[in-house]
């Protein structure tokens, strides 16, 4: 009676808690959604095709600002350590170079390509990789403290201000390099405006037993493998089919991949009970993978009716995309439903089977995507179903996982 009326706590908190960073998941979507219709209408397909591998290459460079931070720090800050906010920052932007360096290498590379384009977009980013991602740490601060309402709000203000910016830039022009620079600096004022304000209304603190950075360094391996395997597909799609076909597989992608990051807060709001051994029990985890996976389920058969004149009617020059994102509709069911159990582990200090899960993803993205683009038979729609393939195969290993770790534990 006692474990029921704990999963019971633990399905209100997620309700209370998924609530606020539902809300701002929705408005992160519906930007992201905007801003795609905007560009694509301002731009031809090429050059948005063009845009859009820019943007597959920066996640890989901002690998260096330690992205793995964000979730240690939401450990951290659940277990009462003491968060020295500025110091992770500062700590981020010094890794961070190492990007920049990545980057001004591009440059020089396409510059001796004599593609002045690539160029200039990967000196912008050189200049703006370091601060684009340090100053978000604050809202994994909050995150850690439970305070989902004020993550979320920060984080809405941010989107809606950074969703404007580009579309009165589109609307002014249609050069790529002032919309790439706009995408930077909208992000690093609105981000360092909150950083601020947070740092400035903490409470006085002493930094104790605070090892968000180090563990940070710890899952540098992890969370970089993970932002190249999210980019791999876009540069793949571009080396073997071209900037058009990208542009095709971008908007196919783009429902199905915001509604999977949308069910990524059940995972952001239990990690702290994780942390703090409040949601551990096997019927707890079991009964929170069953609502979610129900709800997963409903959302994705309503995608299935509405996704078509969705795509015919927001984006009339991409009609091809409506069969891709058809097949792109497992991934609303199995991408949140990995990122919940990804949580569990992190949540537990399971580095080993962590890497062991993220190097399996890695060889199965790279090895399986460029068979099925090298053989130019399936093309976009093999690329799409063997996105849904790797997911699924790798919940199924970390299913076993837990359950092995769990019997283990007893």
Same mark, same amino acid.
């Given at each position: ?16 808690? $998924? ?11 519906? /930007? ?74 591009? @440059?020089?590379?396409?510059?001796? %390509? ?6 200039? @977009? ?27 309402? +004020? ?13 404007? $910016? ?6 002014? +022009? ?12 909208? %992000? ?34 992890? /969370?970089?493998? %993970? ?68 709800? /997963? ?20 020059? &991409? ?35 962590? /890497? ?13 995507? &460029?068979?099925?683009? @090298?053989? $130019? ?29 769990? $019997?283990?534990?007893?």
């Amino acid at each position: 009676m006692q474990r029921v009326r704990s999963s019971e706590n633990h399905i209100v908190h997620l309700a209370k808690g $998924s609530f606020w960073l539902l809300g701002s998941h929705m408005i992160a979507s519906i /930007t992201a959604f905007m801003v795609t219709i905007l560009i694509t209408r301002a731009l031809s397909t090429e050059a948005f095709g063009q845009y859009r591998f820019i943007l597959a290459i920066i996640p890989i460079l901002t690998i260096f600002t330690l992205p793995g931070i964000s979730q240690t720090l939401v450990r951290s800050t659940a277990l009462g350590n003491g968060i020295n906010l500025v110091s992770v920052a500062i700590a981020k932007m010094k890794w961070g170079l190492f990007g920049s360096v990545l980057s001004l290498l591009i @440059a020089a590379y396409y510059a001796f %390509q004599s593609n002045t384009l690539f160029a200039y @977009a990967f000196l912008i980013s050189a200049l703006c990789i370091p601060l684009v991602e340090s100053f978000f740490v604050y809202s994994a601060y909050y995150r850690g403290k439970e305070d989902f309402k +004020t993550s979320a709000l920060y984080d809405s203000i941010t989107r809606i201000f950074y969703t404007l $910016s580009l579309a009165v830039t589109v609307l002014i +022009t249609q050069n790529i390099l002032i919309i790439l620079f706009v995408f930077f600096a909208s %992000q690093i004022i609105s981000r360092l405006f909150f950083f601020v304000k947070t740092v400035t209304s903490q409470l006085p603190y002493q930094e104790r037993n605070d090892d968000s950075v180090s563990y940070g360094k710890n899952l540098f391996p992890i /969370t970089a493998t %993970q932002i190249f395997i999210n980019s791999i597909d876009k540069i793949l799609v571009w080396h073997f089919l071209g900037a058009e076909m990208l542009a095709l597989y971008i908007v196919a992608l783009l429902i199905p991949t915001e509604l999977a990051r949308a069910f990524g807060v059940i995972p952001q709001v239990v990690l702290p009970k994780i942390v703090k051994g409040a949601f551990t029990a096997r019927k707890e985890i079991s009964v929170t993978l069953i609502y979610f996976f129900l709800s /997963t389920l409903t959302i994705s058969i309503l995608y299935i009716f509405l996704i078509s004149p969705i795509i015919n009617i927001a984006f009339p020059n &991409y009609n091809q995309a409506v069969s891709l994102a058809l097949a792109a509709t497992p991934l609303i069911v199995l991408t949140p439903l990995r990122m919940l159990l990804d949580t569990i582990f992190l949540a537990r200090k399971e580095t080993v089977l962590l /890497t062991y899960f993220i190097l399996t993803e890695a060889v199965l993205s790279v090895g399986l995507i &460029y068979i099925i683009l @090298a053989m $130019s038979t399936y093309g976009l729609f093999g690329v799409t179903i063997i996105l849904s393939l790797k997911v699924f195969l790798l919940l199924v290993l970390q299913v076993v996982s837990l359950q092995r770790a769990s $019997s283990s534990r007893r």
